[in-house]
């Protein structure tokens, strides 16, 4: 038996600047990054995460979580071409360090691992 979708109610959402948006729900980027706000310390592999931008949604499902103390260490941990393989590693790290400063960074970084969930065929 193929395991149905979350109710949208079982999802945490979270939302994306376009740009990385669309990475996702084409599948190219595996690896989204927070910083550890408390609301997250409690996501585990299996969890689903709605990501919105707009009116738009894609539903994903982690695989897994990593943390780490820094950005960079992240970085150079998972592979930049995981977090956006359309950006070079150092404008990754500038991205990054512009939306969360450093005491975002000093709460501990996340790298969620995620796949998309499929959509229903019709």
Same mark, same amino acid.
């Given at each position: 038996?193929?395991?149905? #979708? ?23 980027? +595996? ?10 310390? /409690? ?25 780490? /103390?820094?950005?960079? /260490?992240?970085?150079? +941990?998972?592979? #930049?071409?995981?977090? /956006?393989? +359309?950006? #070079? ?30 959509? #229903? +065929?019709?």
């Amino acid at each position: 038996m193929v395991g149905r #979708p979350p109710a949208e109610s079982q999802a945490h959402e979270m939302n994306l600047y376009r740009r990385y948006f669309d990475l996702v729900a084409a599948g190219a980027k +595996t690896i989204e990054v927070r910083v550890e706000y408390p609301n997250l310390r /409690n996501l585990k592999a299996g969890d689903h995460i709605r990501f919105v931008c707009g009116g738009d949604a894609a539903l994903t499902r982690v695989k897994r979580i990593s943390r780490y /103390n820094s950005f960079e /260490n992240m970085l150079d +941990t998972e592979g #930049p071409e995981h977090v /956006n393989p +359309t950006s #070079p590693r150092d404008q990754q790290l500038a991205d990054i360090r512009r939306i969360y400063g450093p005491d975002k960074e000093a709460l501990g970084v996340l790298a969620i691992e995620i796949e998309l969930v499929p959509g #229903p +065929t019709s």
